[in-house]
């Protein structure tokens, strides 16, 4: 666990917003010099505290208009390996997050598909179809707001 102070958040939080900024204009934003921001973002680096940048697409830009997340309970969990079912599923280009998580069901996943046709043929095709698949449950993303989380 790292110690951060004030300047180390509101690094992270202007990263969060637009990981493209350069130190320089990091620095002028939290009253450092380029050199002193760059150290901070080194240190919080090396700490794995920042992971990585990525860059963030606009799914309906490039013509995927429909986002689903899908709830799916394994239905034999004795003969399908947790591992297993990842795996497949992950081959999928249109599921974008595969989540394990406790509750009713045993995976949660992003999907994007250009309509609801193109969803349903996703569904029927390449998820319904993988090895262990039993309970599914779909809920179709109305609106979406992005926050960077507690910093």
Request: net charge neutral; aromatic share 4%.
């Amino acid at each position: 666990m790292i110690d951060l102070d004030d300047i180390d958040r509101a690094l992270l939080r202007a990263l969060s917003k637009d990981a493209t900024q350069s130190a320089g204009a990091l620095g002028r934003d939290v009253g450092l010099s380029q050199p002193a921001t760059w150290r901070r973002i080194k240190r919080l680096t090396d700490h794995g505290v920042i992971a990585g940048r990525r860059l963030d697409l606009d799914r309906e830009a490039l013509g995927f208009g429909v986002a689903v997340f899908l709830g799916i309970k394994l239905a034999t969990k004795g003969r399908v390996s947790l591992e297993d079912f990842e795996r497949a599923v992950c081959a999928i280009p249109e599921v974008q997050t595969v989540e394990h998580v406790l509750g009713l069901y045993d995976f949660r996943l992003r999907v994007v598909a250009r309509d609801i046709a193109d969803f349903e043929r996703v569904l029927r095709r390449r998820i319904m179809p993988l090895p262990g698949v039993g309970d599914v449950e779909a809920n179709v993303v109305m609106s979406e707001e992005r926050r960077p989380g507690p910093i």
